[in-house]
């Protein structure tokens, strides 16, 4: 026969153990809280958990809708900083850093083959036999 | 807003300004929650306008715009917070959080004006940064798992396992801060009553619950 305070020790392990179960219980998760799902049911201590943590969650979902106050010109200062981008001089439309990426391309191919032709004239003169290949 | 949407994508630069006054109070507010201070947020918001207007032409449309720039929000984000753990010099927990206690500096306190949501925006604000990105992308902003864990880098399983593990983590703060306060997470519906959330000298470590108040709690539970 356990004494009350074993009893109490017990139960209160139990409610600790089933911690995991209370939160996934409460955000309907309710395979993740299958292993101790049997003691908060008949534990009014950890029932009483899941209607609190459900109040939370009610509440931080209507958070969503909330606008904290932000500095005076913070705005106008995310618009300057988008228009350096996409104003004069920068690129002309969305997405338009394709149209760079393409341009740098272009001139990278086009060094690298001016290169190899440079190359193939300088080993043609130094080779006259290859340049009358070439 | 669609109509905002589709002249950016067109190019129109007055409507691309127009789109980021109408939703910037949004993205703010989102990149505040998840960085906990207003420089950092700053800087990720901007850094999100520009990402968002260099996808534009990939956004399809069938999510919500706001979703949409929240998911990048959130990208952002957790870069920088990551970047920023990386080039630490002091060994800093990750458990540190980054936030400013005063009052008077608290915007969620500003905005809300209710003490319910102001305790709960204090307590996602003392998480560790990388348990509150999951919590406040799932539970306040509804994002799925699989958005989430794409968006901060991580498997799906590892956002769930961070977004349980924030829950229990947040629980525990409420209940703590609603004992020290002698306010009460009961108020919210809550057990740090006589019948006992784990806060108390029984079930958790925080309270200083009578050893009357036990003999309570075991005949609550006897039934």
């Not at chain 1, 995991?20 to 292993?35: E, I, K, N, P, Q």
């Not at chain 1, 109040?55 to 932000?70: A, G, N, T, Y």
């Not at chain 2, 969620?108 to 003490?115: F, H, N």
Request: net charge positive; hydrophobic share 45%.
């Amino acid at each position: 026969m356990r004494t009350l305070a074993e009893l109490v020790l017990l139960r209160s392990a139990a409610c600790r153990g089933a911690e995991g179960a209370v939160v996934a219980l409460a955000a309907g998760d309710f395979a993740a809280s299958r292993a101790a799902g049997g003691h908060v049911a008949t534990c009014l201590r950890c029932q009483a958990e899941v209607v609190a943590y459900r109040r939370v969650m009610v509440v931080m979902r209507s958070m969503r809708d909330d606008r904290l106050p932000f500095g005076p010109g913070s705005t106008d200062e995310a618009v300057r900083g988008l228009q350096v981008v996409v104003g004069p001089g920068g690129r002309s439309g969305p997405g338009g850093e394709g149209a760079i990426r393409a341009l740098w391309a272009a001139c990278v191919g086009g060094l690298t083959a001016a290169g190899a032709a440079g190359l193939m004239v300088w080993i043609a003169r130094r080779r006259p036999g290859l340049a009358q290949v070439v | 807003m669609q109509t905002l949407v589709e002249a950016a994508r067109a190019g129109d630069e007055a409507a691309l300004d127009d789109l980021v006054r109408v939703t910037y109070g949004g993205t703010y507010t989102l990149a505040y929650r998840l960085t906990g201070n207003e420089d950092d947020a700053r800087d990720v918001v901007q850094d999100a306008y520009l990402r968002a207007w260099r996808g534009l032409r990939r956004f399809r449309g069938d999510a919500q715009f706001t979703t949409w720039l929240y998911r990048i929000t959130a990208n952002c984000s957790a870069n920088l917070l990551a970047k920023r753990a990386r080039h630490r010099t002091e060994p800093l927990s990750d458990d540190e959080p980054v936030v400013d206690h005063r009052t008077e500096h608290d915007p969620e306190r500003q905005v809300t004006g209710s003490d319910e949501r102001a305790r709960i925006a204090a307590a996602l604000a003392q998480l560790p940064w990388r348990l509150r990105q999951v919590i406040v992308l799932r539970d306040i902003y509804d994002l799925a798992h699989g958005a989430i864990a794409k968006e901060l880098g991580i498997t799906e399983a590892a956002a769930k396992v961070r977004l349980h593990r924030a829950r229990r983590r947040l629980r525990d703060l409420l209940a703590a801060e609603s004992t020290e306060a002698g306010a009460s997470y009961a108020a919210l519906g809550g057990s740090s009553d006589g019948l006992g959330g784990s806060s108390d000298g029984l079930g958790g470590s925080t309270s200083g619950s009578a050893p009357g108040a036990e003999i309570t709690v075991a005949d609550a539970h006897a039934g």
